[in-house]
Nanobody, 126 residues
Framework: QVQLVESGGGLVQAGDSLRLSCAAS????????MGWFRQAPGKEREFVSAIRWSGGSTYYADSVKGRFTISRDNAKNTVYLQMNSLKPEDTAVYYC???????????????????WGQGTQVTVSS
């Protein structure tokens, strides 16, 4: 059974940084894409960033490019999202997820991700 557990959220001020972690277990993740999504109240879930577990190719939404960095630690089966220069509009629940299909092309659509964590709240005050 695949399990994804996020941690690292919190309340910060604009301009601060946070690092989110997603600990993955339950199968091998080699070849899969791991993604971060976020959902603000009243809004749809949106893509933030993704990384291919093997090879390390990375993908970012335009809104976070240059501020957020995704990485992974193979030994710990953990994916990280380093978030710098946070803005109030980054406030949301952040979810990690794993894409359906090994070696599938990376997708920005949440519909293409089949396992999800429980989410971690990030609140950025102005």
């Amino acid at each position: 059974q695949v399990q994804l557990v996020e941690s690292g959220g919190g309340l910060v001020q604009a301009g601060d940084s946070l690092r989110l972690s997603c600990a993955a277990s339950g199968r091998t993740f080699t070849g899969y894409v791991m993604g971060w999504f976020r959902q603000a109240p009243g809004k749809e879930r949106e893509f933030v960033s993704a990384i291919r577990w093997s090879g390390g190719s990375t993908y970012y939404a335009d809104s976070v490019k240059g501020r957020f960095t995704i990485s992974r630690d193979n030994a710990k089966n953990t994916v990280y999202l380093q978030m710098n220069s946070l803005k109030p509009e980054d406030t949301a629940v952040y979810y990690c997820a794993t894409m359906r299909g090994r070696y599938s092309p990376a997708s920005y659509s949440p519909d293409d991700y089949d396992y999800w964590g429980q989410g971690t709240q990030v609140t950025v005050s102005s």
